[in-house]
C-alpha cells in the first residue's frame, strides 16, 4: 500500500482503494474505505464534533496511527488490525498469497469486499475470530444475551430494532457505521458486517479498560438521552384501546379514588376518523381540552398514539402527496401498509414531511393540552418487508432505512423542544443516536407468556450496551388472553420486572376479543375492537394487593430512578445494566444472563419461569442487604426465596 499522512489521520492506497483511519474522540478511531474517487462526507450516526488528536507514522511493514490507549497498524498488504498496547483487539481477516500466516493463502479472500449493487456496492467487512463474548446490537427476540456465534439481521421489524454497535469482552467496543439493511455474523470462524448497499465502508472502534468507559467514549460521539423528567417516572397505564374520552377520564378517576398515583394515561390506535388524520374523532372526543384538563388536575398526563400510516381518504393524502412527503414504492401500487385501510407512509427522512406532521400533531393535539406522543409502527411496518422495493429521499430503504425511526424521533423531540413540551417519545423502534432525540424505546408486539418474558431480558439489556438507555415493555405481553392459566402469575412477574426497569407501563391486547365494536363502518373511533379491561384492579383482589404493594416500591425509587437517569445522560450509561457493566473484573460476572443491575446500587433477580418459588442468586463479591428483609450477604451464590409476591433484589453496600 501507498501511505500518507495527516494531522489526525492515516491514508492508505492501493489499486482502486482507498483506507482513511483518524482519530474520532478519545481512545476511538474511524475507519472508511472506498473504491470510488473519493469518500461521501457523510457521518451517519457520528454525527457528534469528534476531538482529534490521534498520531500517524510510518513503521516497519507498513503504517499505524495511535488515538490514546487504541493502535491501528495497516500491513503494506492491506490488512489492518487494532490493539490496546500490545494486546490484539481486533484483526482483519485476509487470506491471500501474500498474507503469510499458518492459514492456508490461496483463498484469494480480502478483508474487505465490494460487490455492484447498481451504481453502489455491496460491502463486506470481515475479521478474525477472537475469543470473547459479545454484548449490544439493539435489541432481538430472542434468549441469546451474550451473541457470539449469533447471526443478526440489521434490519428495523416489529420488536426488532437495529443498533449496529457492540461491546466486547476483550475491551473494546465497534460501530458499524451503516443505516443500510445487512447482517451481522460473529461466528466462531470469523465476524463478518455486511451492506447490501452502500457507497463505502465505515465503522467505529474505541477501547477502553471498563465497560463504562467504552461506552462513554462511543456515546460521545453518537449522542447521549437529554435529562429524563421526574414527573414520568411512576406508573403508565394503558390498554388496546381506550375507545372514548368518557373511558379515559373513569380510569383516571377510579386511579384517584383508590389513592394510587398515574403519571400517564395512554390514547391507542383508531382515536381518530382515518389513519393520517392525526386527530380526535369527535364523536368519541368531544372535549379533548376538557378532557386534559381534568387528567392534568388529578395529575395524569395524557400520550397519544401516532402512526406514521396515511389512508388515501384521509385529509392529509392529497396535500401530502403533492408535496411528495411520502415513501415511495420501486414497482406497482404505491400502497405500504395494509392493516385496516389502504395506507401509505410518511418519509420521516425527509425535513418538510417532518415538518408538516408535527404542525399537525401541534394543532390537533398539543393544542388540546396532549402531553406526549406514543410513535407507534415507527420501523416503519411493512405489509411486507421487502426492504428493495421501498425508497426514502434519502435514498433506496435497503441503503439507509435502518435509520428511518432515528429521523421520525427527531423531527417530535425538534418540535416538542420548540413548544417548551417533555423530550419524551415512547417509539417503536430505534436506531444509533435515537437517545440524543428522546427515544423511549418499548420491544413492540410480544407474546403474554413466560418465554417471551425472557427474551425481553436480553432485549433490554442489550439494548443499552447499544447505547439507548431507555427502554420498556408490554407489562404482560401484548398478544395475551386473560383467561389462560399462567395468565395472572405472568402479570404479576413481569409487572415486578417492570417496577425495577426504567420505566414502568401496563400495556396489551386482552382476550378474549368479545366486546362488541362501538360502530360499523370502515373508519371513524368505535369501528376497531379493544380488549379487555387492563388497570390494575382488573385481576382480582391478590393480584391487585401486589401490583399496589410493588407500584408503592416504585414510587419510593422515584429519586434514585432519577438519579440514574442521569447518569443515563451524562456518560451513556444503561439503566439496566448487566452485571459485568458494575464488575468487569469478576468473571462470572461475565457469564450471568438472568440477572441486572438497576443502576449501581440494586441487583435484580426476576423470576422469569412458571411456577418458580424461589431461584438462584449470584451476588459479586461484597455486601449485599435483601431488599424484602434486610437480611445481608457477602458475594457467591445463593438460594434465594421467591414467593409471588416477592421478586429477588439486593442492595449493594459495600
Given amino acids: 500500500m501507498f501511505f500518507e499522512t495527516e494531522e489526525n489521520a492515516l491514508i492508505a492506497r492501493r489499486g482502486n482503494e482507498t483506507v482513511r483511519v483518524e482519530g474520532w474522540g478519545e481512545n476511538s478511531l474511524r475507519v472508511r474505505a472506498t473504491v470510488n474517487a473519493g469518500f461521501t462526507g457523510e457521518d451517519h450516526a457520528l454525527g457528534e464534533a469528534h ?6 507514522s510510518l513503521c516497519e511493514d507498513g503504517a499505524q496511527i495511535v488515538s490514546g490507549r487504541l493502535r491501528c497498524f495497516v500491513h503494506t498488504n492491506g490488512w489492518m488490525a487494532f490493539y490496546a498496547g500490545d494486546r490484539l483487539l481486533l484483526k482483519e481477516y485476509y ?25 453502489d456496492y455491496a460491502l463486506t467487512a470481515r475479521f478474525e475470530a477472537q475469543e470473547e463474548k459479545i454484548f449490544g446490537m439493539g435489541q432481538y427476540q430472542q434468549p441469546e444475551f451474550d451473541l457470539k456465534g449469533c447471526i443478526l439481521e440489521l434490519a428495523q421489524r416489529n420488536s426488532q430494532i437495529s443498533v449496529p454497535f457492540f461491546l466486547s469482552s476483550r475491551g473494546y467496543g465497534f460501530l458499524w457505521n451503516s443505516e443500510g439493511v445487512g447482517e451481522a455474523a460473529f461466528g466462531t470462524n470469523f465476524t463478518r ?17 471498563t465497560p463504562k468507559q467504552i461506552l462513554a467514549q462511543y456515546t460521545a460521539a453518537v449522542g447521549r438521552a437529554p435529562r429524563f423528567p421526574a414527573e414520568l417516572l411512576g406508573l403508565w397505564q394503558s390498554k388496546l384501546r381506550y375507545r372514548t374520552q368518557e373511558e379515559v377520564l373513569s380510569v383516571a378517576r377510579e386511579y384517584a379514588r383508590r389513592g394510587l398515583p398515574l403519571d400517564v394515561i395512554v390514547i391507542d390506535f383508531f382515536h381518530w376518523m382515518r389513519q393520517g388524520d392525526w386527530s380526535f374523532d369527535p364523536a368519541y372526543w368531544p372535549d379533548p381540552s376538557a378532557m386534559t384538563e381534568e387528567l392534568h388536575r388529578l395529575g395524569t398526563k395524557c400520550m397519544v398514539s401516532v402512526w406514521p400510516t396515511v389512508d388515501r381518504k384521509s385529509v392529509n393524502f392529497s396535500p401530502m402527496l403533492a408535496r411528495g412527503l411520502f415513501v415511495r414504492t420501486e414497482r406497482g401500487s404505491m400502497q405500504c401498509f395494509d392493516f385496516q385501510g389502504d395506507t401509505v407512509i410518511y418519509d420521516a427522512t425527509h425535513p418538510a414531511a417532518r415538518e408538516y406532521l408535527f404542525s399537525e400533531l401541534k394543532r390537533n393535539y398539543l393544542d388540546c393540552g396532549v402531553d406526549l406522543f406514543w410513535l407507534d409502527e415507527a420501523e416503519p411496518e411493512y405489509s411486507a418487508y421487502d426492504f428493495d422495493h421501498f425508497r426514502y429521499l434519502r435514498g433506496p430503504v435497503v441503503k439507509v432505512g435502518n435509520s428511518y425511526p432515528k429521523f421520525h424521533a427527531k423531527g417530535i423531540f425538534e418540535g416538542m423542544e420548540r413548544e417548551g413540551k417533555l423530550p419524551v417519545s415512547l417509539i417503536r423502534s430505534a436506531w444509533v443516536g435515537s437517545q440524543k432525540y428522546g427515544a423511549l424505546v418499548w420491544s413492540g408486539d410480544i407474546f403474554s407468556n413466560f418465554a417471551s418474558l425472557r427474551d425481553q431480558l436480553a432485549a433490554g439489556l442489550n439494548l443499552g ?27 404479576v412477574r413481569w409487572f415486578e420486572f417492570s417496577v425495577f426497569s426504567p420505566v414502568l407501563r401496563l400495556h396489551g391486547d386482552r382476550g378474549p376479543h368479545d366486546i362488541p365494536n362501538l360502530s360499523e363502518g370502515d373508519c371513524g373511533g368505535g369501528f376497531s375492537p379493544t380488549g379487555r379491561d387492563n388497570e390494575l384492579w ?17 414510587l419510593s425509587l422515584r429519586d434514585y430512578l432519577l438519579s440514574v437517569f442521569d447518569e443515563a445522560s451524562e456518560n451513556g450509561s444503561p439503566v439496566i445494566r448487566p452485571l459485568f457493566y458494575e464488575f468487569p473484573a469478576d468473571a462470572r460476572a461475565w457469564e450471568v444472563s438472568d440477572e441486572y443491575m438497576l443502576g449501581g446500587k440494586y441487583l435484580v433477580a426476576p423470576v422469569l419461569y412458571e411456577g418458580m418459588r424461589e431461584r438462584t442468586v449470584y ?11 434486610g437480611t445481608e450477604y457477602g458475594g457467591g451464590e445463593i438460594r434465594a426465596a421467591a414467593p409471588l409476591d416477592i421478586i429477588p433484589v439486593f442492595e449493594r453496600i459495600r
Avoid: Q
Fill in 51 to 56: 476531538a482529534g488528536g490521534a498520531v500517524p
Fill in 95 to 119: 487470506r491471500d498469497f501474500s498474507f503469510a500466516n499458518e492459514h492456508s493463502p490461496s483463498m484469494k479472500l480480502a478483508a474487505r469486499e465490494y460487490k455492484p449493487h447498481g451504481s
Fill in 193 to 209: 458486517f455486511f451492506a447490501a448497499c452502500g457507497d463505502e465502508i465505515d465503522y467505529f472502534i474505541t477501547a477502553g479498560e
Fill in 465 to 491: 450496551i447499544a447505547g439507548i438507555p431507555w427502554w420498556t415493555t408490554d407489562t404482560g405481553g401484548f398478544f395475551g388472553d386473560v383467561d389462560a392459566p399462567f395468565f395472572k402469575e405472568l402479570l
Fill in 538 to 554: 382488573s385481576y382480582g383482589e391478590e393480584v391487585y394487593e401486589i401490583l399496589k404493594k410493588y407500584l408503592a416500591i416504585r
Fill in 619 to 629: 451476588l459479586p463479591t461484597g455486601r449485599w442487604r435483601s431488599f424484602h428483609d
